[in-house]
């Protein structure tokens, strides 16, 4: 009896070779500014920034093989890791926003207080990250139960996962908002020479914000569909163009503050 060989590439929508394969190249100089920053200048954010666009290489790399090789597309293994390293990277872009959006706040004047209802999240580095880790293992829990018979299962975690990034870009962007209106008030402390980021950095990062809200509301509308969600004509502009765009955007002269410059 002869099997019928599930490509899960085409079946899911992953069918540009030439468009991962931009990604992947488009990712390498990042990853070198930000390796080189975090050599020069060590800060939490370069670091993540690094590991994020390592993560996302690595990733584009694999879809293109997916798309390009009808034995790689038959391989379940190879999608489910695809699948693990998209969602995973996420986690280093959002947490990378939140962290620089904390950072610059220490530099304020008169900061507002954070102290009303789920902003109290916002305030506690170490809650957020660690809800931002429930998020990541519920979604590679959902991402690795795919199976050939139902590559689409694990919905259930996938959509826990997503709705749980979704609420934390939300509160991550309106304490961005915040940031800006202070910032506007107060002003920013800087002790370096002044620079594009030093200068505008809050006005730059409400657009990395608004880059990673299209990103999660895109997925969150898409989660319960993953052929619709993997749909290029949607996917690229939507998912993988606002994270590249939020990504360039820390490459800025200044928007990151040397940790000699944060309060101990």
Not at 95 to 105: E, F
Request: hydrophobic share 50%; net charge positive.
């Amino acid at each position: 009896m002869s099997t019928t060989s599930i490509n899960y590439a085409k079946y899911l929508g992953i069918e540009s070779v030439a468009g991962a394969s931009v990604f992947a190249v488009a990712y390498l100089p990042l990853f070198v500014v930000f390796v080189m920053q975090s050599i020069a200048r060590p800060t939490y954010v370069y670091i993540v920034l690094s590991l994020f666009c390592a993560i996302r290489m690595a990733a584009f790399t694999i879809r293109a093989i997916l798309a390009g090789s009808e034995t790689a597309g038959e391989t379940l293994g190879l999608y489910i890791a695809d699948s693990v390293l998209f969602g995973v990277g996420f986690f280093a872009l959002l947490y990378s926003a939140y962290t620089l959006v904390m950072d610059r706040w220490l530099l304020l004047d008169n900061p507002p207080e954070l102290e009303q209802g789920p902003l109290r999240l916002l305030k506690n580095r170490r809650l957020f990250r660690i809800v931002l880790l429930v998020a990541v293992v519920i979604g590679v829990i959902g991402s690795t139960r795919a199976n050939s018979s139902d590559p689409q299962n694990g919905k259930p975690y996938k959509v826990a996962s997503t709705i749980i990034f979704l609420a934390l870009t939300v509160l991550s962007a309106f304490q961005t908002v915040l940031l800006a209106l202070s910032e506007s008030r107060a002003g920013y402390r800087s002790l370096g020479k002044r620079t594009l980021g030093g200068e505008h950095g809050a006005y730059i990062l409400c657009v990395i914000a608004a880059l990673l809200l299209v990103r999660e509301v895109f997925a969150t509308v898409t989660v319960n569909d993953v052929k619709v969600q993997n749909n290029e004509h949607f996917w690229y502009p939507l998912f993988a163009i606002p994270e590249i765009l939020a990504a360039a955007c820390y490459a800025i002269p200044g928007l990151v503050p040397p940790r000699s410059e944060l309060p101990t």
